[in-house]
């Protein structure tokens, strides 16, 4: 990947994170990254390919960061490494909330693929938790507690927020 594309993939995805998505303009994105106009037209159709790209990298970057927990923890409850992993991912970037929400709120009524592509991915995190071993319903409940704890992080302290999965993790998932 180029390093134009690099800059503009990771200025945006900063910006959108910390700002929303209509709330920052391509020029503000553009200017971040050190690039002209012309460059980013030539990696991105739209401002909205942009937000898809982003999105997709996001999700691999967070599957990928609960994968590795789950290999760096090979003989200690699955439900707790990952929710563990789950609250590191949130102190590491902030607490502004799942950015991939925050793209359907904004976009919801104005672009269907990146309403779909936001569904897609919460289905995604719940098949990911199946094919990590845990029936439908565990995995149903790990993403339902997941998504609290990263809502209940945009208002509330959250270590403290982190401290109360946990525990709720090792009370209902106990091996």
Known sequence: ??????????NAER???????HAIGMKRIISESDVALMT???????????????LKRREERYFAFLETSLKEDRHRNKALSLAEAHMNWILKDGSNGCMMLRAKEEYASTNKEISDTVIAHKKN???????????NNQATGLAMLFEGAAALSEVLEPKEVSKELIDTIEKLFHE
């Open 125 to 135: 995190l719940i098949s990911f938790f199946q094919d990590s071993g845990f029936n």
């Open 1 to 10: 990947m180029s390093q134009k594309r690099e800059s503009l993939l990771e």
């Open 40 to 54: 980013m037209y030539n990696h991105f159709d739209s401002k909205e390919d942009l937000i898809l790209e982003v």
């Open 15 to 21: 910006l959108f994170y910390e700002n929303g998505f």
